[in-house]
């Protein structure tokens, strides 16, 4: 097939690469001409491990390309898959210009007949809104596609190559099988449904999820008051194959560029057709709360008084093995430190520079290494799970803090790492070790 991806982003530039790897020839457009520079130099402008590789691989193949012209890419394509952001509105609705803006672009370079599937997160009614608009600009002959998808940053290689299922909303049988004959090779668990339903679908996906990350959340804040050990609560809990343990890891909560906008995109959804959608308001309160429960244990600490302590934070990504930082814990925590008088010392192995920018400069001090960080902190906050954190050497990070209070907001240590140290360590939903 010709395949032509709009948006390089986590989403496009991973699921274009990957169909070039399927034997596809693609071309992948982008309007931000500094990600096509890079990307044409070989540079991939987000982390993503394996991506580089796989996107060498098939540019060197001749099976894959990078453009800023749009028309140039749709023209003689027969599928084009639209990928751009959906960002949240101050309302909590997701913001469809970018979607509304590929729209009328695919319709006046469309030649002849294609395929066009929505692959961004869009509500309900977004693809036929998206047809409805290109119908009203050109005669040629399309059809429309409902395509969500479900990869997870840090794995979206892996996610996109072997994926749990694919899901494909249309009302064109045709367009749906010939969408479905091109994830094939992928897996065998491929559902042909109607385009709302399969809109729906991504948002309950994600509403689920986030419930069970602010379920195991509040049971984690219980488990502190009466004594138990939410990760021994979370286990014998996922054994239960009607639970599952995915998800139920107690921390900081959820954040990144999908699951806080995608939660109150859905709210918005319910409430255009007269629903209060009361459970998943509490997700969004608890996941609120959960940040700054890192910030109310650290007072606790410290009498009630932060101002004039330094304060260590370890991970500013939204979780590993990503430089996303939108919508980061880290952020609001970080916020909320500074308000109170803290000197902020911030690290991250690979997110820093996202981060620096879209938290400006507000007197923090930015460190290239961890233990550059945690020099002279009064206190650490462990924000992300970088694997490089569990491997510290916590007899030199004792030594080099003014004092060993640790506040492990992902749950990375246990106590047999703490032996032999003096650290007064909190975690989410544990005992706490002083
Ligand atoms: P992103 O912000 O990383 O990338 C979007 C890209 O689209 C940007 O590079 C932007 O310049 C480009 N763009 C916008 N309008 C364009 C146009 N008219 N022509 C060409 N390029 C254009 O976004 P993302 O994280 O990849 O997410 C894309 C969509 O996929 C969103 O709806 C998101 O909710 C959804 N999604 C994201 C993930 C994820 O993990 N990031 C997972 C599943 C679904």
């Given at each position: 097939m010709n395949i032509t991806v709009i948006g390089t982003g986590y989403v496009g530039l991973v699921s274009g690469i990957c169909y070039a790897e399927l034997g596809h020839t693609v071309v992948c457009v982008d309007k931000d001409s500094s990600k096509i520079t890079a990307l044409r130099s070989g540079l991939i402008p987000i982390y993503e491990p394996g991506l580089e590789e796989l996107s060498a691989r098939n540019t060197a193949a001749g099976?894959?390309?990078?453009?800023?012209?749009?028309?140039?890419?749709?023209?003689?394509?027969?599928?084009?898959?639209?990928?751009?952001?959906?960002?949240?509105?101050?309302?909590?609705?997701?913001d469809l210009s970018y979607i509304d803006g590929a729209a009328d672009e695919i319709a006046d370079a469309l030649d002849g007949y294609a395929i066009v599937a929505v692959k961004?997160?869009?509500?309900?009614?977004?693809?036929?809104?998206?047809?409805?608009?290109?119908?009203?600009?050109?005669?040629?002959?399309?059809?429309?596609?409902s395509l969500p998808e479900f990869l997870r940053e840090g794995s979206a290689?892996?996610?996109?190559?072997?994926?749990?299922?694919?899901?494909?909303?249309?009302?064109?049988?045709?367009?749906?099988?010939k969408v479905a004959q091109l994830h094939k090779p992928l897996t065998d668990r491929i559902m042909i449904t109607d385009i709302r339903s399969a809109e729906m679908l991504k948002y309950a996906s994600n509403a689920f999820l986030a419930t069970k990350i602010s379920f195991i959340n509040e049971i984690?804040?219980?488990?502190?008051?009466?004594?138990?050990?939410?990760?021994?609560?979370?286990?014998?809990?996922?054994y239960d194959r009607r639970i599952g343990p995915a998800f139920l890891k107690a921390g900081i909560g959820y954040g990144g560029s999908c699951f806080p906008k995608d939660t109150r995109a859905l709210i918005q959804i319910a409430g255009h057709v007269e629903y209060d959608f009361k459970l998943l308001s509490s997700v969004v309160e608890v996941n609120r709360d959960q940040r700054l429960r890192m910030v109310q244990k650290l007072e606790t600490i410290f009498g009630g008084d932060l101002s004039g302590k330094t304060v260590a934070v370890w991970g500013l990504a939204f979780k590993p093995e990503t430089d996303d930082v939108r919508e980061a814990p880290a952020l609001e925590i970080m916020r909320n430190l500074i308000a109170r008088g803290v000197k902020v010392k911030a690290y991250d192995p690979i997110a820093l520079?996202?981060?620096?920018?879209?938290?400006?400069?507000?007197?923090?001090?930015?460190?290239?290494?961890?233990?550059?960080?945690?020099?002279?902190?009064?206190?650490?906050?462990?924000?992300?799970?970088?694997?490089?954190?569990?491997?510290?050497?916590?007899?030199?990070?004792q030594s080099t803090m003014k004092q060993p209070v640790l506040i492990d907001g992902r749950n990375v240590f246990k106590e047999e790492d703490l032996a032999g140290t003096e650290f007064v360590y909190y975690s989410i939903g544990r005992p706490s070790l002083n």
């Amino acid at each position: 097939m010709n395949i032509t991806v709009i948006g390089t982003g986590y989403v496009g530039l991973v699921s274009g690469i990957c169909y070039a790897e399927l034997g596809h020839t693609v071309v992948c457009v982008d309007k931000d001409s500094s990600k096509i520079t890079a990307l044409r130099s070989g540079l991939i402008p987000i982390y993503e491990p394996g991506l580089e590789e796989l996107s060498a691989r098939n540019t060197a193949a001749g099976r894959l390309r990078f453009t800023g012209d749009l028309k140039e890419a749709v023209r003689g394509t027969d599928l084009v898959v639209i990928a751009v952001g959906t960002p949240p509105l101050p309302s909590g609705e997701a913001d469809l210009s970018y979607i509304d803006g590929a729209a009328d672009e695919i319709a006046d370079a469309l030649d002849g007949y294609a395929i066009v599937a929505v692959k961004s997160t869009v509500p309900v009614g977004t693809n036929e809104r998206v047809r409805d608009r290109i119908r009203s600009r050109t005669d040629m002959p399309f059809d429309s596609v409902s395509l969500p998808e479900f990869l997870r940053e840090g794995s979206a290689v892996r996610d996109t190559l072997k994926p749990d299922r694919i899901v494909i909303g249309s009302d064109s049988r045709a367009a749906a099988e010939k969408v479905a004959q091109l994830h094939k090779p992928l897996t065998d668990r491929i559902m042909i449904t109607d385009i709302r339903s399969a809109e729906m679908l991504k948002y309950a996906s994600n509403a689920f999820l986030a419930t069970k990350i602010s379920f195991i959340n509040e049971i984690a804040n219980i488990c502190e008051k009466v004594g138990a050990d939410v990760t021994q609560v979370a286990e014998g809990m996922g054994y239960d194959r009607r639970i599952g343990p995915a998800f139920l890891k107690a921390g900081i909560g959820y954040g990144g560029s999908c699951f806080p906008k995608d939660t109150r995109a859905l709210i918005q959804i319910a409430g255009h057709v007269e629903y209060d959608f009361k459970l998943l308001s509490s997700v969004v309160e608890v996941n609120r709360d959960q940040r700054l429960r890192m910030v109310q244990k650290l007072e606790t600490i410290f009498g009630g008084d932060l101002s004039g302590k330094t304060v260590a934070v370890w991970g500013l990504a939204f979780k590993p093995e990503t430089d996303d930082v939108r919508e980061a814990p880290a952020l609001e925590i970080m916020r909320n430190l500074i308000a109170r008088g803290v000197k902020v010392k911030a690290y991250d192995p690979i997110a820093l520079p996202n981060f620096r920018g879209l938290f400006g400069e507000s007197g923090v001090v930015w460190c290239d290494h961890a233990m550059e960080a945690a020099a002279g902190a009064d206190a650490l906050c462990l924000l992300t799970e970088w694997e490089e954190f569990a491997r510290a050497d916590l007899q030199q990070l004792q030594s080099t803090m003014k004092q060993p209070v640790l506040i492990d907001g992902r749950n990375v240590f246990k106590e047999e790492d703490l032996a032999g140290t003096e650290f007064v360590y909190y975690s989410i939903g544990r005992p706490s070790l002083n």
